[in-house]
């Protein structure tokens, strides 16, 4: 492996040089990123999954840079134009953009006009141009390259700018300095077009907007990708050509003067306008989309990690519950394992509905099956439902609450093979009240057999660079899946699919293998499924749990690998029992028993805490009882909210109104400026302040200050500025400005005359 890719990833990750090189040989002997980041801490200091990842990608990138660098400078030396100069700036490249860049001259072109040029015989008129010639003159030199090809001395001129245009747009060092210029000091600018067609006027703000490139939110680069895409606008660039096209001038005639010159201003302007300057626009926009596209990615990846980690309400009976109008709300009980027990239909809000008769069933059901949780979809007559529920309680008394459930993906799911097979006599829609009341239950092991694109927690997704997206999406539930582990004896295929070790084929087998013999009861049994060898045993054996069975140490994480030490451990400590309360561990017991001390602390938790559940340390569901309506509101109310979505701009809160509130990034902290998924994530129980109120489209605006507290913020803001400007103008001095022999010459001609 190459050393000095290790220590440049070293560097960028902040780490030893040995975490990477042990990181990337455990990752070269195939072992997972959930396993390295859990069972060979010792190896990799304590590396976590996203920094295991990132040494991976980083490592094969560089890798890929490396060979780029290699095949561009020997093709170069193919063409016999490889200078130390050349070699230097290859190897300083550290991004392939910038060797793409440098290879440019050297790339072979497809039609251009200066490669028409070149072929034509006119590469030495340009040389002979580009050599700054003081004697002669251009037709002089043009008359010599007439030819069949090139009927006219204007024609061969014309040809030979049309090469030099192309070395103006191709010089590397110039291209990374205005595009510096232009990302510092442009503009970009957006127009309506003629005839664009935006009739609930989406994209009003982008009508006629200027702003500075370098203050460009990420999800207004994505909103004006979209607004573009779909005809509704036009994106332009602002920016001082007149300045940088001087610059390229300047860049070819070095200050000397020469009897070319106005064919090299010529040739400079025409490469900067119509190559250049296009090349870099093209360049930056695709840049800015490529970072907002990232930042999108990260934050939909941040989102479903926080709802696939959502604390599972263990040991409940949970009614399902399906909104509908026409088609009536679809109702199934599931069991404290998730077993369907009964489902069945209601029509409380069809035209001349049966609200009576609902009622009446929907609490026979709650009262036959001992429902203690209802778990309401938030789609489609959900408020409506709410308040139906609600009635029933109230009215009946009832120790049951209740809870308004994402229903994103969950048709998806019901319509899958894995949920005909399962359910194959139940309607598509019956399906998917099974999947609210399970999601409920256990969130992971619900929402990881449905299209994570299809769960509804990020920004602009469907604009997304979809193979990103899904890699990136697959990488936190790999996270999700192996931070919680797994019940042998439970687990869906679909969840055994994402453990360490395993795959598709694997976990069918898995399944098939409990179907045949019953109950796994020692996790060696592993060893006896099909296509499961001891490689993926060792993978994925830590993360499979198994309760009531043979040996105690099975229901923990400790890896089987382990065994013998924490046996050790616990005769060492005289401990006869894992989870009892008054556990200690003396360090003159442990220090002498050859363990490493990142796998002896992962021990003794699993020691103290066997079942521990990795979710137990977030926030559960936020259990309801009554309903709540807009006219209820007033501003400045204080609630509690369950966070929907994070995005770029603020956070939706469901606070039990049709509509989840915005608390816009600016109402989330005493800083004015925060990046919110920073502040809150998916799933987090929130307290809310009733910012602002538009009852006729049924929207609220929610802040996470107080009014008293945004009020005192913003005079501190103010405060500090008006004491920041104080400052400055007690502090500036002018600024002396440095004359030049023109400047002066200049003043001396306007006061005396000339």
């Known amino acids: 492996m190459n050393e000095e890719i290790m220590r440049t990833i070293a560097s960028e990750l902040k780490v030893s040089l040995e975490q990477v090189q042990n990181t990337l040989a455990l990752l070269e002997e195939d072992n997972t990123v959930p396993f390295i980041a859990r069972y060979r801490k010792d190896a990799t200091k304590g590396l976590d999954e996203e920094q295991i990842l990132f040494i991976q990608k980083q490592y094969d990138y560089q890798k890929k840079l490396a060979e780029r660098k290699e095949n561009v400078l020997k093709l170069i030396e193919e063409q016999g134009k490889l200078t130390e100069e050349i070699r230097k700036a290859v190897n300083e490249c550290t991004k392939l953009s910038q060797v793409e860049d440098i290879y440019r001259p050297y790339a072979q072109k497809k039609k251009t006009r200066a490669a028409t040029a070149i072929k034509n015989g006119l590469q030495p008129l340009a040389d002979w141009m580009l050599l700054l010639p003081e004697e002669g003159t251009m037709e002089e030199a043009a008359a010599k390259f007439v030819n069949e090809n090139v009927p006219e001395v204007k024609d061969a001129i014309q040809g030979a700018m049309d090469i030099i245009a192309e070395v103006v747009s191709d010089n590397a060092k110039q291209r990374w300095a205005f595009k510096d210029t232009i990302l510092k000091a442009g503009v970009l600018v957006t127009k309506l077009k003629k005839d664009a067609v935006d009739e609930k006027k989406v994209y009003e703000m982008y009508y006629d907007r200027s702003e500075k490139i370098s203050a460009l939110a990420d999800h207004r680069i994505m909103a004006i990708d979209r607004a573009e895409k779909e005809k509704v606008?036009?994106?332009?660039?602002?920016?001082?050509?007149?300045?940088?096209?001087?610059?390229?001038?300047?860049?070819?005639?070095?200050?000397?003067?020469t009897v070319v010159e106005e064919q090299l201003k010529e040739a400079a302007y025409d490469g900067c306008e119509r190559l250049l300057f296009p090349s870099i626009e093209r360049e930056i926009r695709s840049e800015l989309s490529e970072r907002a596209h990232n930042k999108s990615i990260d934050i939909f990846s941040l989102n479903l990690e926080k709802l696939l980690l959502q604390p599972p309400l263990k040991g409940r009976i949970v009614l399902g519950f399906d909104p509908g109008f026409y088609n009536g709300c679809k109702l199934a009980v599931v069991d404290e394992t998730g077993k369907m027990l009964t489902v069945d239909k209601i029509f409380p809000f069809r035209k001349n509905g049966d609200v009576e008769g609902a009622k009446k069933k929907l609490l026979s059901m709650m009262q036959k099956y001992h429902v203690q949780i209802v778990a309401i979809g938030n789609g489609t007559a959900s408020r409506e439902s709410e308040k139906l529920v609600a009635e029933v309680i109230?009215?009946?008394?009832?120790?049951?609450?209740?809870?308004?459930?994402?229903?994103?993906?969950?048709?998806?799911?019901s319509a899958q093979e894995a949920a005909r097979a399962e359910f194959p006599d139940l309607a598509v829609e019956e399906r998917s009240a099974v999947s609210i009341g399970r999601r409920l239950l256990d969130p992971l092991a619900e929402l990881i057999k449905i299209d994570p694109k299809s769960i509804g927690v990020g920004q602009y997704q469907h604009d997304l660079p979809q193979k990103a997206l899904s890699e990136r999406l697959d990488e936190a539930i790999m996270k999700c899946v192996n931070r919680t582990g797994a019940d042998l004896n439970t687990a869906s295929q679909e969840l055994l699919t994402h453990i360490s070790g395993l795959n598709s084929g694997i976990a069918k087998e898995i399944v098939?293998?409990?179907?045949?013999?019953?109950?796994?009861?020692?996790?060696?049994?592993?060893?006896?499924?099909?296509?499961?060898?001891?490689?993926?045993?060792?993978?994925?054996?830590?993360?499979?749990?198994?309760?009531?069975?043979?040996?105690?140490?099975?229901?923990?994480?400790?890896?089987?690998?382990?065994?013998?030490?924490?046996?050790?451990?616990?005769?060492?400590?005289?401990?006869?029992?894992?989870?009892?309360?008054?556990?200690?561990?003396?360090?003159?017991?442990?220090?002498?028993?050859?363990?490493?001390?990142?796998?002896?602390?992962?021990?003794?938790?699993?020691?103290?805490?066997?079942?521990?559940?990795?979710?137990?340390?977030?926030?559960?569901?936020?259990?309801?009882?009554?309903?709540?309506?807009?006219?209820?509101?007033?501003?400045?109310?204080?609630?509690?909210?369950?966070?929907?979505?994070?995005?770029?701009?603020?956070?939706?809160?469901?606070?039990?109104?049709?509509?989840?509130?915005?608390?816009?990034?600016?109402?989330?902290?005493?800083?004015?400026?925060?990046?919110?998924?920073?502040?809150?994530?998916?799933?987090?129980?929130?307290?809310?302040?009733?910012?602002?109120?538009?009852?006729?489209?049924?929207?609220?605006?929610?802040?996470?200050?107080?009014?008293?507290?945004?009020?005192?913020?913003?005079?501190?803001?103010?405060?500090?500025?008006?004491?920041?400007?104080?400052?400055?103008?007690?502090?500036?001095?002018?600024?002396?400005?440095?004359?030049?022999?023109?400047?002066?010459?200049?003043?001396?001609?306007?006061?005396?005359?000339?």
């Open 233 to 257: 606008i036009t994106v332009s660039f602002e920016y001082d050509k007149d300045y940088l096209k001087e610059e390229a001038l300047k860049a070819l005639t070095k200050g000397q003067t």
């Open 512 to 754: 098939n293998y409990r179907n045949e013999n019953g109950r796994f009861t020692n996790r060696k049994q592993l060893l006896k499924v099909k296509k499961l060898g001891p490689k993926a045993y060792t993978q994925c054996a830590g993360f499979l749990r198994i309760q009531g069975g043979e040996e105690p140490l099975d229901q923990t994480s400790i890896h089987p690998e382990s065994y013998e030490a924490a046996r050790s451990l616990m005769n060492a400590c005289g401990i006869t029992q894992l989870g009892q309360a008054d556990i200690s561990f003396p360090e003159e017991k442990v220090k002498d028993l050859g363990i490493d001390a990142y796998t002896l602390k992962d021990i003794e938790d699993a020691i103290r805490q066997p079942l521990r559940d990795y979710r137990d340390q977030f926030e559960g569901a936020l259990l309801r009882s009554d309903v709540l309506e807009i006219s209820d509101l007033h501003v400045g109310d204080k609630l509690s909210g369950t966070v929907r979505n994070v995005v770029d701009f603020g956070a939706f809160v469901d606070i039990g109104l049709h509509e989840d509130g915005l608390v816009h990034a600016s109402r989330m902290s005493m800083k004015r400026n925060v990046i919110p998924s920073e502040v809150v994530s998916v799933g987090d129980i929130v307290e809310v302040y009733v910012y602002e109120i538009d009852e006729a489209r049924g929207r609220v605006s929610l802040s996470f200050l107080s009014q008293d507290q945004l009020t005192q913020r913003d005079a501190q803001v103010k405060y500090r500025k008006s004491a920041k400007n104080k400052n400055n103008k007690q502090t500036k001095k002018p600024v002396k400005k440095e004359v030049t022999m023109d400047d002066a010459m200049a003043r001396l001609m306007e006061r005396f005359g000339k």
């Open 394 to 413: 109230q009215e009946a008394k009832l120790d049951v609450n209740y809870a308004i459930v994402s229903e994103a993906g969950a048709s998806v799911w």
